[in-house]
């Protein structure tokens, strides 16, 4: 464990036994009209914590614990066009302007993904996506 982990541990411990130890001495009906006005401020900080989790999540594209027999493509925000070719490669026209605003929000991800073949994974492409198939051997 770090330093930081472990003093974290042992506040939360502390201030948790605390709080239970500020309940006993006040008595049941004290403890419990304390409790309610507690879990009411816990509930609203939970309530924006979520809420700011989820305004101000990170783009990250991970491919997590990827072993893959074939190609694993994540594409994000991309101005032009993408082309996926049968062989695995990628293609796409260069960027000329950054993406339009709210394009390509969250994230990617293949959790434990063991792929024996393509896995595409395409958001926010301001253009068209072609995949081709794979053609005749020469």
Do not use: Y
């Not at 472990?6 to 001495?25: K, N």
């Not at 008595?27 to 939970?46: E, I, M, N, P, R």
């Amino acid at each position: 464990m770090t330093k930081r982990v472990l003093l974290t541990a042992v506040g939360a411990i502390l201030a948790l036994g605390g709080l239970a130890a500020f309940l006993v001495l006040q008595g049941l009906d004290a403890a419990d009209k304390w409790s309610s006005v507690l879990s009411l401020f816990f509930t609203v900080a939970g309530f924006a914590l979520a809420l700011a989790g989820f305004v101000t999540r990170g783009s990250a594209q991970t491919a997590d614990h990827a072993v893959t027999g074939g190609s694993l493509h994540q594409i994000r925000n991309v101005t032009g066009d993408v082309v996926i070719t049968a062989g695995g490669g990628t293609r796409s026209a260069p960027a000329a302007t950054p993406p339009a605003e709210g394009q390509g929000g969250g994230t990617q991800s293949a959790h434990g993904a063991r792929t024996a073949g393509d896995v595409h994974q395409i958001d926010g492409v301001d253009g068209s996506v072609r995949i081709e198939p794979p053609g005749p051997t020469p």
